[in-house]
């Protein structure tokens, strides 16, 4: 493979990706919307009960929003990373997988492609969501989206690689509601991304805590958060770059028709 025949595969797959994501407005617009709507409606309905804050040391509503931004962030990467799993399967019923992987280049490459191309879709949307933020004056260091930059590609990266992975075992689109069901929610609930997890260990649920401590989401969200103050997270990095690498490496295993489930279910390249 010579970097002029890398380069050239990176740019149509990336350039098919930006053409889907530019024909399908309701994308983008369901991409801002959600965390949107968590901005502004959830805040405020669950920072505050009864006019009591439930959520302490975030006594204002303000604050609150400053501190969930940072989740809901990692919620636009996360719902992003499903979305490319759930072009995956489409791509695979349609027999667009098999002509993509059947190219005269390494399998792992084209996959890696693929991921590179939802990444950044993924990134841009991110930034597109602190531009909300900003217009509804939620206080987020301008110098901080500079710093995460780095934070939201690696992340992206971890949750596109995840999609990857469960487009290898989703056989047919009608069964991506379960994925929702069974991996985004649980992992966006069961994490820092809406209250720390100091609260949840205080409040007794530790069986929460412990699972929220060992979700990769959880560090994503944590590399992020520091990130956007100008602070490293050593720990969050490594845990986000070990689950980036485990899930790629899952992900072109399964992709091989000799050794992974396409072998069993007759759909490799």
């Known amino acids: 493979m010579s970097p002029a025949h890398a380069m050239q595969a990176l740019t149509a797959v990336s350039s098919r990706e930006f053409l889907k994501f530019i024909t399908q407005t309701g994308r983008l617009l369901s991409a801002l919307v959600r965390p949107s709507l968590w901005l502004i409606v959830f805040a405020a309905g669950f920072q505050n009960v009864f006019g009591v804050s439930i959520i302490p ?3 204002t509503y303000i604050e609150y929003q400053v501190y969930i931004a940072p989740g809901l962030l990692g919620m636009v990467l996360l ?10 399967v489409y791509d695979r019923e349609m027999g667009m997988m098999r002509l993509l992987l059947t190219a005269p280049l390494p399998r ?11 990444t950044v879709l993924s990134v841009l ?5 602190l531009i909300v933020c900003a217009l509804f004056q939620v206080e987020l260091p301008f110098d901080g989206w500079l710093y995460v930059l780095p934070a939201l590609i690696l992340a992206g990266l971890m949750l596109g690689a995840l999609g990857l992975l469960l487009s290898v075992y989703i056989h047919q689109l009608e069964n991506f509601a379960g994925t929702m069901n069974f991996v985004i929610f649980p992992m966006f609930f069961i994490s820092s991304a809406l209250y720390p997890l100091w609260k949840l260990q205080e409040s007794g649920a530790e069986s929460i805590h412990w699972l929220a401590q060992y979700n990769p989401f959880t560090h994503a969200v944590e590399l992020i958060r520091f990130a956007l103050y100008g602070q490293f997270n050593a720990v969050s990095c490594a845990v986000v770059a070990g689950c980036l690498i485990g899930f790629f ?8 028709p000799q050794r992974g489930m396409l072998k069993k279910t007759g759909r490799g390249g």
């Open 249 to 256: 490496v899952v992900a072109v295993i399964g992709y091989d």
């Open 108 to 118: 792992w490459y084209l996959l890696l492609c693929k991921l590179i191309a939802g």
């Open 79 to 88: 719902f992003n990373g499903m979305q490319s799993s759930l072009s995956m």
């Open 125 to 129: 949307q991110a930034y597109a969501f």
């Open 57 to 59: 040391p975030y006594e």
